[in-house]
Antibody
Framework: EVQLLESGGALVQPGGSLRLSCAAS????????MSWVRQAPGKGLEWVSA????????YYGDSVKGRFTISRDNSKNTLSLQMNSLRAEDTAMYYC??????????WGQGTLVSVSS | DIQMTQSPSSVSASVGDRVTVTCRAG??????LSWYQQKPGKAPKLLIY???SLLSGVSSRFSGSGSGTDFTLTISNLQPEDSATYYC?????????FGQGTRLEIK
């Protein structure tokens, strides 16, 4: 069974940093690109970042480019999102996701990031 | 980036009605299109993937169609539990853009 378990969400001050993690199991992790998606309170879904299966290619949304860094450890089946220079507008639930071969999407339950003084 | 235009933004319908939500992609995405249902305080729930494949366990009242740039989610025989917000997402390329969402209210 595919499982994605996010962690690392917390309350942080504006300008601060936070590192999110996602532990993956139940599939051949290194075969799949992984993504982060977020949802601010009362807002729609926003794609944040992605990384290729081997980690050589990374992608970022315009709102986080230059501040967030995505990475993965295929030996530990983990995905990370290093978030720097956090802003109030980064407050959101962050989800770890990937698209299976058939096109089916898999999501974790999310981890909450709150940016506030 | 591929823009996803979803309509309507909200719809109100009665139990037993049929509702259609549309999603238009800014360029050809083949059938790399998913539909999600989200209820308040919950994570998005996948309904349809690859434009028309119904996820196992999801009610057959939900169906998806389309390819290329135009896609449709149809909910038949509306039930009270269908009250939710529905999103489309293109998974053809990064960024995996979402539609703006459609809020469905059951009268």
């Amino acid at each position: 069974e595919v499982q994605l378990l996010e962690s690392g969400g917390a309350l942080v001050q504006p300008g601060g940093s936070l590192r999110l993690s996602c532990a993956a199991s139940g599939f051949t992790y290194s075969n799949y690109a992984m993504s982060w998606v977020r949802q601010a309170p009362g807002k729609g879904l926003e794609w944040v970042s992605a990384i290729s299966g081997r980690g050589g290619d990374t992608y970022y949304g315009d709102s986080v480019k230059g501040r967030f860094t995505i990475s993965r450890d295929n030996s530990k089946n983990t995905l990370s999102l290093q978030m720097n220079s956090l802003r109030a507008e980064d407050t959101a639930m962050y989800y770890c996701t990937f698209r299976g071969t058939s096109g089916r999407g898999y999501w974790g339950q999310g981890t909450l990031v709150s940016v506030s003084s | 980036d591929i823009q996803m235009t979803q309509s309507p933004s909200s719809v109100s319908a009665s139990v037993g009605d049929r509702v259609t939500v549309t999603c238009r992609a800014g360029q050809d995405i083949s059938t790399w299109l998913s539909w999600y249902q989200q209820k308040p305080g919950k994570a998005p729930k996948l309904l349809i993937y690859a434009a028309s494949s119904l996820l196992s366990g999801v009610s057959s009242r939900f169906s998806g169609s389309g390819s290329g740039t135009d896609f449709t989610l149809t909910i038949s025989n509306l039930q009270p539990e269908d009250s939710a917000t529905y999103y489309c997402q293109q998974t053809n390329s990064f960024p995996g853009t979402f539609g703006q969402g459609t809020r469905l209210e059951i009268k």
